[in-house]
């Protein structure tokens, strides 16, 4: 990394600590959720972001919106949204002048540089479909015409784990498609009490702009240059193996408990993610610790637990949790 590269990461590195007192003025808790929002944002992935209403998530995404200076805009799902609500439209036009008509397409919420899709479970297969491919290919097609998307560009998708009846639960292969899964949870007690105090209080707290879109966009490209050592990325991989019960190294449990285990985009998306970590701690480089820190927002979403593990009331995060006790860095 050139001296240019250098001083990029010592910008990002105090601008951390302006970021989360930004937030702080705001979000009361919730260190490691918006820790885990801002790498996935500057690795250039998308959230699932899951927890129980009235826990603050779309007021977390408003904020770091308005930190970073980009354009926010919220879809609600609901079970009659079609692709092209979230798209936009061609509609026909008339000029008044010579009489022509001609199509003019009208964009959609889609195209914002922060997409909040709340409760992305209510709506069916086809226009879930519509919103990943949107994100994996960040450009949409409507009529035979090519449209990009706004760069920097980020979804965080909401879903509710209560109230399942009625829901189009996203297939295995879709989520996949998340960088990261962030479970945000009830906040510890003295917490709530300084929350419920500040939020209603007579004035509200605005938030400063720290970073531009274009900067950001710089800032992702930076990611990639951090060096990562073939010590970390063996550990990475070794980690994701691990979830894999065709594996002959897997551990047993792993391989008793688990149907599926995470695929190859598992690894890139530990040491991108790792990568994004580093740079806001003002590291050059990538370390083992960054890889078993975030390896549960990671992994969690992309092992599938079978029967026995339902029965005995294992879930993937139990599961990952052992690993990253067992699997030697």
Not at 56 to 67: D, E, N, P, Q, Y
Not at 161 to 179: N, V
Not at 251 to 260: N, Q
């Amino acid at each position: 990394m050139d001296q240019q590269g250098r001083d990029a990461v010592e910008q990002i590195a105090n601008a951390s600590s302006r970021m989360l007192g930004e937030l702080g003025k705001v979000i009361v808790g919730q260190q490691a959720v918006i820790e885990q929002i801002v790498v996935t944002l500057l690795a250039r992935g998308h959230v699932l972001l899951v927890g129980v209403p009235g826990l603050g998530k779309t007021l977390l995404v408003k904020s770091i919106a308005r930190m970073f200076s980009l354009q926010f805009k919220r879809i609600q799902f609901t079970p009659d949204l079609m692709p092209a609500d979230i798209f936009g439209t061609e509609v026909m036009e008339e000029d008044t002048a010579t009489g022509r008509r001609q199509f003019r397409f009208v964009r959609g919420p889609i195209f914002a540089h922060i997409v909040l899709a709340d409760e992305v479970n209510r709506t069916p297969p086809k226009t879930q479909a519509a919103l990943l491919e949107a994100m994996g290919e960040r450009h949409v097609t409507v009529g035979g015409q090519t449209y990009p998307l706004d760069q920097p560009f980020f979804v965080l998708a909401t879903q509710n784990p209560i109230e399942l009846e009625g829901t189009y639960p996203l297939p295995e292969a879709q989520l996949d498609r998340f960088l990261m899964n962030v479970v945000i949870d009830y906040l510890p007690t003295a917490d709530e009490e300084r929350m419920v105090r500040q939020t209603t209080a007579p004035e509200e707290p605005r938030i400063e702009a720290i970073f531009t879109g274009e900067e950001i966009c710089r800032i992702q490209h930076l990611v990639r240059q951090v060096p990562v050592s073939d010590n970390v990325i063996a550990y990475a991989v070794r980690l994701v193996s691990a979830t894999r019960p065709t594996n002959a190294a897997a551990p047993e449990m792993v391989r008793s408990k688990v149907k599926w285990g995470a695929g190859s985009r598992a690894s890139q998306a530990l040491v991108l993610a790792g990568k994004a970590r580093a740079l806001l701690q003002g590291r050059y480089n990538v370390a083992c610790e960054d890889v078993w820190e975030l390896a549960l927002p990671v992994l969690r979403h992309r092992v599938i637990t079978n029967f026995h593990a339902d029965a005995e009331g294992l879930t993937s995060s139990d599961i990952i949790r052992e690993l990253i006790q067992r699997v030697p860095e």
